[in-house]
């Protein structure tokens, strides 16, 4: 079935240095790719989305680019801040429609960023 | 914040017991979805209510049921609770069950002693 696999924390990072969590995924036919953040004590928020290869999705300096060659939504950011400080879940939906054409979405086991100033 | 409420925020209770989670959607968004977030599992989707009824289902075990009331606030029930049951239960909502557009509620942390 289909599946998300991204590279296990914590990272600790220094403020403003460069991010990459990687993220691959396997999966029948053409999903949409999805990175979500949590934030302590909060529930989880779409970061930003690529619903098709080579698409890319950006928000807050974050962005990450739908790689159908190598099934990979890493995502990156130049110059990380404390506040970025959160746990992200890359997920995708799936491919196979539910009754009713609802989609099921997968997500990875989570990333832990912690960043210090 | 999101717009999506969930009571209680932290629920104890015992092996064998029976809790109720409430979840209160966004305003105008029709669609309610429950998600169990474990330290072993990860995030697994449960279940989806659109307007009322059952959209889809997940990961949900016979011993939790799920209804969503007409004025499409929605609950989560567990039943016959084992310590494994113990996780952060989140609710989302989405206005007419796109999964991309999901706003997620803060959860509620349940532990089974």
């Known amino acids: 079935g289909d599946s998300v696999t991204q590279m296990e924390g914590p990272v600790t990072l220094s403020e403003e240095a460069f991010l990459t969590i990687n993220c691959t995924y396997t999966a029948t036919g053409y999903p949409s790719l999805f990175w979500y953040v949590q934030y302590p004590g909060e529930g989880l928020q779409l970061l930003l989305k690529a619903t098709k290869a080579d698409d890319k999705g950006s928000n807050k300096g974050f962005e990450a680019t739908y790689r159908k060659e190598t099934t990979s939504f890493h995502l990156e950011k130049g110059s990380v801040q404390v506040s970025d400080s959160a746990v992200y879940f890359c997920?995708?939906?799936?491919?196979?429609?539910?009754?009713?054409?609802?989609?099921?979405?997968?997500f990875g086991k989570g990333t832990k960023l912690t960043v210090n100033p | 914040d999101s717009g999506v409420t969930q009571t209680p925020k932290h629920l104890i209770t015992a092996t064998g017991q029976r809790v109720t989670l409430r979840c209160s959607p966004r305003s105008g968004d029709l669609s309610v979805y429950w998600y169990q977030q474990s330290l072993d599992q990860g995030l697994q989707f449960l279940i989806q209510y659109y307007n009322g009824e059952e959209r889809a289902k997940g990961n949900i075990l016979e011993r939790f049921s799920a209804q969503q009331f007409p004025d499409l606030h929605s609950e989560l029930n567990l039943s016959s609770l084992e310590l494994g049951d113990s996780a952060l239960y989140f609710c989302a909502s989405s206005p007419r069950g796109r999964w991309e557009t999901q706003y997620f509620g803060p959860g509620t942390r349940l532990l089974v002693l």
């Open positions: 997920a995708l939906s799936g491919t196979l429609r539910t009754q009713g054409g609802s989609e099921k979405l997968v």
